[in-house]
Each structure stands twice: as structure tokens, then as C-alpha cells.
């Protein structure tokens, strides 16, 4: 199993980004799967989950109305647009799946916003 950010990068306030995470060794779309991320100095925390099997989602109050998970299935990718950035997400960002009792972790992609 391997989890495989990418996307990340330096925007500006106001702007936007999508990250995608590239799944292998299993296939995401039969699994919940999530972002979180974790700022400087501060806990990891969940940002967005995706469900199987008809992907209803579920979103962290400071995201909502902001970013937008979804699956690119053809692809094995699950993807994370983020509008209406601020300097609070700065953050890794982290793809996670739980499978049959095991968390993986991809390593993360580094969001920064800022002027």
C-alpha cells in the first residue's frame, strides 16, 4: 500500500490549489479515505473524508464551503480542491487510509499561503 501526495506549493491568499493523492496496492474507492493536515506546532487534524460506495463526505468546520473532496476512480486518485485559501491552512497536508485495522499515511505535500 502506498499513499503519494502531490500539489502543494506557495499561493497566495484568496487563491486556490488541488492536491491529489495517488492510491496503490489497493483500491481507494472500496475505502474511506481523508486528508489532514498539520499546521506548525499544532496536532494533525482531519480536513475532509470521502465514503465508499456512493461518496458522501464529511468536512472539519474551518473548511466547509471551501475545499471539496472527490475521487478521480479511473486513476485511483483521491483529490482535494482548495478554494478561498487563508494563511490558517498552512499546513502539510496528509493523505490517510484505514485498511482492515491499519493506518497508511502518505508523506505529506506543503501548503503555504501567503503574500
Known amino acids: 500500500v502506498q499513499l503519494v501526495e502531490s500539489g502543494g506549493g506557495l499561493v497566495q491568499p484568496g487563491g486556490s490549489l488541488r492536491l491529489s493523492c495517488a492510491a496503490s496496492?489497493?483500491?481507494?474507492?472500496?475505502?474511506?479515505m481523508n486528508w489532514y493536515r498539520q499546521a506548525p506546532g499544532k496536532e494533525r487534524v482531519l480536513v475532509a473524508r470521502?465514503?465508499?460506495?456512493?461518496?458522501?463526505?464529511f468536512y472539519a468546520d474551518p473548511v466547509k464551503g471551501r475545499f471539496t473532496i472527490s475521487r478521480d476512480n479511473a486513476k485511483n486518485t483521491v483529490l482535494l480542491q482548495m478554494n478561498s485559501l487563508n494563511p490558517e491552512d498552512t499546513a502539510v497536508y496528509y493523505c490517510?487510509?484505514?485498511?482492515?485495522?491499519?493506518?497508511?499515511w502518505g508523506k505529506g505535500t506543503l501548503v503555504t499561503v501567503s503574500s
Open positions: 496496492g489497493f483500491t481507494s474507492s472500496s475505502h474511506a
Open positions: 470521502i465514503f465508499p460506495f456512493g461518496g458522501s463526505t
Open positions: 490517510h487510509a484505514r485498511l482492515y485495522g491499519m493506518d497508511y
